[in-house]
């Protein structure tokens, strides 16, 4: 399904919802209404919430179950995220001039959002939505125990989704938190941040982790496991890839990464193709070149008889200044494919890399098509025949895909640890994402209230209440200014 259609049907299920909800609300549906009244949900123009109750005997029991371990720890929290605040807008400000100095090198971006369809692909949607909904809903429960831990009320927890975004909040009296003191406001205030920074930090070290914890089940680092190949991929066929076949190299280059894969892809499209040092028996041996041969209308020359499939033409990568006895050898020569490269003994770009009695053949394409030699074997570790590839290579990336991990034995799914990976990816950029967004001065985020906490932690002495308050409104709009530049530029980045 593509996104138009994801979106198209995701607004139709809303439509039908608010519908069916105003319909019976017209008709005074009294079951209907006590339902809604009981339950706590609520429908809106693409949006349904859910506010409860239901949980608020269980935060208590929590706070209470290890009362100076949540003392420790939303003090530290409070202090780590003060030591943040001036990072995180200095990281803001820096993807700003990044983005205004084009010809500086952009380490630092500004926020993008990430869209399905867009920047995510559209399978990988359930990772999306289920690590927004936990981050949120960490960040929320951070508030909920701060608060009961500093003798707040909870009035309830609430659920939201809006449209395809999911989302969490609490109900907390925000007249009972300002009547705190500061620092005890921001143990409160900072404490969905905390939550979110140390969420991230564990899926990173858990996904770094992930290697060592699954190897009594897995080997790591050692190729690739094919893990799906589309019915149309150019890669399939009887002598093609298999679904748990592993590559361990491509072009002569060994891959433990898809990241090793996709650059090695990149380069093969990018480069001229590669030749590979033949001998000089094999050619004499093999070579069925036509008289007649022609250049075709792609630049190439043809020189095997139309009716070989198994042959390719070759051309001779002679270099005048280096070769010796390559003068002897015809320019282009038709060769069985997988007998040139299986003999060859390296890849080369020109003879003279190539040892004696060996000659430097490409085969002859001039455009998008590359012959690409993949290494393989099975799950089990028995060789496999080379998969000769002849087309273009931007095919093997959107019709493959990898796992680096294989299974040690052959009932385990190919998908477990890449799931684990996308989902720990995930889950440290989202759960970054939302803490340094409430880290900004930006009004209904928790930035708005923590400064304005700060501000009175830190300048009450100097400062009355009226100059605090002008102090706090300037570094709203400041931030807000500075939010909104970042997230504005990082959506036309990826329009």
């Known amino acids: 399904m593509d996104i138009i259609s994801f979106l198209g049907t995701v607004a139709l299920i809303h439509c039908a919802f608010y519908f ?19 339950v706590g949900v609520t429908v809106k123009p693409l949006q349904i919430h859910w506010f409860t109750t239901a949980f608020n005997r269980s935060v208590n029991k929590w706070t209470l179950w290890r009362p100076r371990f949540f003392k420790i720890w939303f003090t530290i929290g409070a202090v780590v995220v003060l030591i943040l605040l ?74 939201l989704l809006l449209f395809i975004l999911p989302g969490a909040y609490v109900d907390v009296p925000t007249e009972d938190i300002r009547a705190l003191s500061p620092f005890r406001q921001l143990k409160i ?33 050692q190729g690739l496991t094919v893990m799906t190949l589309s019915q149309d991929s150019p ?16 072009n002569r280059h060994p891959v433990a990464s898809v990241a090793e894969w996709n650059q090695h892809l990149v380069t093969t499209v990018t480069s001229d193709q590669i030749g590979f040092c033949v001998p000089e028996s094999v050619v004499h041996t093999h070579d069925e070149t036509i008289h007649h041969a022609f250049e075709g209308a792609d630049g190439s020359v043809q020189c095997c008889d139309g009716d070989s499939e198994a042959h390719l033409c070759f051309e001779l990568k002679e270099s005048h200044e280096a070769d010796n006895g390559v003068a002897a050898m015809q320019p282009f020569s038709c060769l069985p494919a997988r007998i040139a490269v299986s003999l060859s003994i390296k890849t080369c770009t020109t003879s003279a890399s190539c040892p004696t009695d060996t000659h430097c053949l490409a085969p002859s394409l001039r455009n998008a098509s590359r012959l690409v030699q ?5 799950g089990n570790g028995k060789s496999k025949d080379d998969v000769l590839y002849l087309g273009p290579p931007v095919y093997l990336y959107h019709t493959l895909s990898f796992t680096s991990y294989i299974p040690k034995y052959p009932f385990l799914p190919l998908y477990w640890p890449n799931s684990l990976e996308i989902y720990c990816d995930y889950m440290v950029k989202f759960s970054g994402a939302l803490a340094v967004l409430n880290m900004v001065p930006v009004i209904y985020l928790d ?36 939010l909104v530049l970042n997230i504005g530029i990082g959506v036309w980045s990826i329009l």
Request: charged share 10%; proline share 6%.
């Open 20 to 38: 069916t909800d105003q319909f019976l609300k017209s008709c005074m549906n009294v079951p209907y209404l006590y339902f809604l009244e009981n």
């Open 86 to 159: 001036l990072p995180t807008i200095i990281l803001l400000i820096s993807g700003l001039v990044n983005h205004w100095r084009p010809s500086a090198d952009p380490t630092v971006a500004p926020l993008q959002p990430m869209v399905p369809g867009i920047n995510i692909p559209v399978k990988e949607f359930p990772y999306y939505f289920l690590t927004i909904l936990v981050a949120s809903i960490i960040h929320e429960i951070g508030h909920a125990i701060a608060a009961v831990k500093e003798d707040v009320h909870v009035n309830g927890f609430g659920f």
């Open 189 to 221: 205030l900072c404490a969905g941040v905390w939550h979110n920074v140390m969420l991230a930090v564990m899926a990173l070290a858990f996904g770094l982790a992930l290697p060592y914890l699954l190897y009594p089940l897995y080997i790591h680092g």
């Open 235 to 250: 890669a399939r066929g009887t002598t093609g890839l298999e679904v748990g076949d592993v590559v361990t190299g491509i």
């Open 374 to 378: 993949i290494w393989r074997k099975e």
């Open 447 to 482: 930035g708005y209230w923590i400064f304005g906490a700060v501000i009175d932690l830190f300048l009450s002495t100097w400062l009355d209440q009226v100059a605090r308050r002008i102090v706090h409104a300037i570094l709203t709009l400041l931030g807000t200014i500075l």
